[in-house]
């Protein structure tokens, strides 16, 4: 069981074809959860599996790829790029805490990039930026860079960038850091920061200028001309990261698995874990708005964000626990029923693959086997201590079709379709 503290819950978001479930398949092979580089190309990544998504070469589901690195437990959840299949994105909000947008370094800010961020931001997440495809043709991180500032405002702020020669990336800076990495075979090696003509210089000035948005103190500072110390600017980064006012901006490769590590320790190190949100809204049996702490030794609190049919074990709940602890063994009440819930067995799951898993801490996700009554949106908790969370409100669809068998009887075929 993981503590709140090592635990990383971020979601994948941004436009259809920008690269997310590629940078998800770079993120896990790089972090050596899987023992092959995947592509939405050969219909092998871990988290499009379903076959209408091989066949698409597009997600269409919410998925699920948990990972351990660097001693922390990150939640990765894909959602669809796709407006057919945008309610993904609703439920994958309502159990990450940050959110990282691909945006395409050839193609740039995008309608899909757009809503994702403004979702993120009416649900006060914590936001990310990873320009993809650097190594492709016409890749332009100057011009993608400036379009996500015009559209977003000075809380964008620079912390990867590549220095660039005959159209392809030969150097990546660290500007938190200080340093600059060559790459031959997914493997970083530390150079000497190249001669830039000065585009260092601008982009650690645009960075200053998002650190000082953070605190007034830094402000002060900023508009004194004086040095922000290394520890200043690490500590505003994640600070105004947390707070929902600075976004840092990464790049990288997900082929060639260039910056790949380098976002990894950005979502360990920069991103906030479950402890640091440090607490959730809720109501309790009387109806009174409270605010409980997602702690392991807290009240039994668990919000069903997903529900799946699977053709294996059937009924699929997803769930965030956010206080607490989950058990198969545990007696929960579904507090948006009154009714009680006999949970099957906890698993992990990652893609298509199930791992059991026999205890649940808060902060951590899983999905639970067979539960009988219990839908997407439903709070479960101990009985004794009932408390629910508000459910997600989901867009209202444009049109409405249902299929039904003809002949009584039939329905199990229609389901094996």
């Known amino acids: 069981m993981y503590t709140p503290d090592k635990i990383r819950n971020v979601m994948l978001v ?164 200080n340093k600059a990495y060559t790459y031959a075979a997914g493997k970083a090696t530390e150079t000497a920061i190249p001669d830039t003509n000065g585009y260092v210089d601008e982009l650690r000035a645009a960075m200053n200028e998002a650190v000082a948005e953070t605190d007034e103190a830094l402000m002060e500072k900023f508009f004194g001309g004086e040095e922000f110390s290394h520890e200043e600017i690490v500590k505003g980064v994640k600070d105004g990261v947390k707070q929902g006012i600075l976004m840092p901006v990464l790049c990288g490769d997900s082929t060639t698995l260039e910056g790949i590590d380098l976002l990894l320790g950005a979502i360990n190190y920069i991103l906030p874990s479950p402890a640091e949100i440090g607490e959730f809204d809720a109501t309790d049996a009387d109806g009174k708005a409270v605010k409980l702490k997602i702690d392991q030794n807290g009240p039994l609190v668990a919000y069903i964000f997903k529900t799946v049919s699977d053709p294996f074990v059937g009924k699929l709940s997803f769930v965030k626990v956010l206080s607490g602890k989950l058990a198969g063994s545990t007696a929960i009440v579904n507090a948006t029923t009154g009714e009680s819930e006999k949970p099957g067995k906890l698993i992990f799951v990652k893609g298509k693959k199930q791992i059991d898993a026999s205890e649940i801490g808060a902060g951590d996700i899983c999905a639970i086997t067979k539960l009988a009554s219990a839908k997407t949106g439903d709070t479960l908790c101990s009985a004794g201590k009932v408390y629910k969370v508000e459910p997600i409100v989901f867009p209202h669809p444009s049109m409405t079709m249902a299929i039904k068998a003809k002949n009584k009887g039939d329905e199990g075929k229609i389901a094996a379709a």
């Open 14 to 177: 941004g436009h259809s074809g920008s690269g997310k479930t590629s940078l998800a398949e770079a993120l896990l092979f790089l972090a050596k959860s899987t023992d092959r580089l995947g592509t939405v190309a050969d219909g092998n990544t871990v988290c499009d599996f379903d076959p209408e998504e091989i066949k698409r070469k597009a997600s269409i589901f919410t998925a699920m790829a948990p990972f351990e690195y660097d001693g922390k437990h990150i939640n990765l959840i894909d959602v669809p790029g796709l407006f057919d299949f945008e309610l993904g994105i609703y439920e994958g909000i309502k159990a990450a805490e940050s959110v990282i947008a691909t945006v395409s370094a050839r193609s740039g800010v995008a309608v899909g990039t757009i809503k994702a961020i403004k979702l993120a931001n009416k649900n006060h997440k914590s936001k990310m930026f990873f320009l993809t495809k650097m190594s492709a043709e016409h890749a332009d991180f100057k011009k993608v860079f400036e379009g996500l500032k015009n559209e977003f405002g000075t809380g964008v702020c620079p912390i990867v960038f590549p220095v660039m020669a005959e159209g392809k990336p030969t150097v990546y800076v660290d500007l938190l850091k």
